[in-house]
Each structure stands twice: as C-alpha cells, then as structure tokens.
C-alpha cells in the first residue's frame, strides 16, 4: 500500500514544536544558583548587619538541615527594566534577590555554594509592586524592628504616592501606615533605643510632635516622674504647671495641646492623622457630651 507522498518544504515551513522552544523566564519551579549568583535587594530596608546573631542562627540551620524554603528572585533583565539606577549593586550576577535575605547572607556566611531559588518576574512589573512585595513578605511575618518597618512603608508610599494607597496595597489602615511614619521623626537617639528594644513604641508614639532636642528629655521625664493615685485608685492628673488653681490645665493635657498644635483647626487635623474615622466621630460625642453636661464643680 503506498503511502501519502510528503512534500519537504511543507515540512520546513511548519511551527516549532512546543517542546522545542525556549522556555521564558518569567516563572519557574524551584531551581538551583550559585550563591555569587544572586545579588542582594538594593532596596531592602532590614539591616542586615545588626542581625548577625539570627543570620548566624540561620546559618547553623542551613549546614544541618539544608535549604528549607527557597528565595524569590527575578532576573537581571526583569529587575534593572524599573530600577536602572542600581545596576552597579546588581553587577553581573542574573538574579536579584526579592525576598531571603537572610538566607542569602547565611548562606554566605556558612560558605554553601549554591541556593535553592524559585524565579518570580512578576514582582518587578513596576516599582511599586517591587516595593510592595518585599514590605508585605516582611511585615507579615512580624521580624522587622519599628524602624525597619517604617523605612519599608516609607518605600512604598514614595512609590503609591499617597499613605492611602500604601496602606491599601500592604492591608493596613491609613492611620497605621501614618503612625509608622512618624517614628522617622524621632531623634537618632530614641530610634537607636526603640529598634534595641530598650523603651517600647507606646512610649514614643507621639514624640514626633516635639522638636527632636526636646524629645529625648520628654521621654525621661514620663520614665522618671510616678503619676500621683488617688484614694480610689484612679490616676490623678501630673502636677500642674504654676499654681493649682480651678480651671488651670494639668501639665500633661497642656504639652498634648501644645503638641497637636494648640488651636483647635491644628488639633483637628492632628487627630485626623493619628485617630480612625470611628474613633474621631466616638471622640467628638464624648466631647459634645461633657460640653452639653452641666458643671457641678465649685
């Protein structure tokens, strides 16, 4: 039985099978890279070099056990495509790092040859996916000190634009990501003490409102002065500034106007920052409340 006669430069002329092209580089199954080959994030906002103890931790881990969870990474091509200006930080190396940082760095320090990496290009479609990608990762496990999380928010608001905007790509709320901010007003001093740990962020939350000669010294003074209680067991209010006199402000309600900036338009805007639209509508029926009350002092 004779066969159908083929004609060869049909043959010539037909597609590539599927199997035979080149695979793109836009995602990946895990794979293996040389650790040289892999370039730290230049944007990375953690500080790397005062996390010795836990990369050493890690890298103890990775001798061990291995590489437990690989790091993101995109290409070369993908990352210097919105942030050109950093290719000097990237060299030669193909990959740039998205998240593992410190699995990279252990990985350094424990003298492994290579890392586990799984290829994720659609991290680096803009800046602000970039940006926000590597804040989320961190902020979600919770292991950046207060400083490291504001210097990531700040990132991405530079990026979004708008507080808003950032709050909404990382699911957090517009005061939370103000907050943060804040702390970047804080003097050198206090920053160094809140990333050690040595006073905790309700002790500081709000001294960004002071000068920062001044902030050191207000914070001394809370630590410093015991709040007089009274026989009930409530708090009474600081000693006043001058004398006690009906109707003279205590000293610590007269720094907190001063603070939000002493007239009313200011304050207001100052809560608006700091408070949520729930608690600013609950604030300003307790404020009607009390002015509407009669006075039965003396």
Not at 286 to 294: E, G, K, M, R, V
Request: net charge neutral; glycine share 4%.
């Amino acid at each position: 039985m004779a066969g159908k006669r083929i004609n060869l430069s049909d043959l010539a002329s037909e597609p590539a099978l599927p199997e035979a092209r080149v695979p793109t580089l836009a995602e990946s199954a895990p794979r293996t890279a040389r650790v040289q080959q892999v370039a730290a994030n230049p944007l990375n906002t953690r500080d790397l070099d005062t996390d010795h103890a836990k990369i050493e931790s890690v890298a103890d881990s990775m001798r061990t056990h291995g590489q437990l969870q690989p790091c993101a990474v995109v290409s070369r091509e993908a990352f210097l495509r919105i942030y050109p200006e950093h290719e000097p930080a990237v060299g030669r190396a193909p990959w740039v790092q998205v998240t593992g940082g410190r699995r990279r760095a252990a990985a350094l320090l424990a003298n492994l040859a290579t890392l586990d990496i799984i290829v994720k290009n659609h991290l680096a479609e803009s800046r602000e996916t970039w940006v926000g990608a590597t804040a989320a990762e961190n902020l979600d496990r919770e292991n950046l000190d207060p400083i490291e999380e504001a210097r990531a928010v700040q990132l991405l608001v530079e990026e979004c634009r708008t507080g808003k905007a950032a709050a909404e790509r990382l699911s957090r709320t517009p005061a939370w990501v103000t907050q943060r901010l804040n702390l970047l007003k804080l003097g050198a001093e206090l920053q160094s003490m809140l990333r050690s740990g040595e006073v905790p962020l309700r002790d500081v939350r709000d001294l960004h409102q002071l000068p920062p000669t001044e902030q050191l010294e207000e914070l001394r003074q809370r630590q410093h002065k015991p709040e007089l209680t009274a026989v009930n067991g409530t708090a009474a209010p600081e000693t006043a500034v001058g004398s006690r006199e009906k109707g003279e402000r205590p000293r610590k309600a007269a720094l907190a106007i001063r603070r939000l900036g002493g007239t009313p338009d200011k304050i207001a805007k100052s809560l608006q920052a700091e408070m949520t639209p729930e608690d600013l509508r609950a604030l300003a029926n307790l404020l009607l409340q009390i002015y509407a009350a009669p006075d039965d002092q003396e």
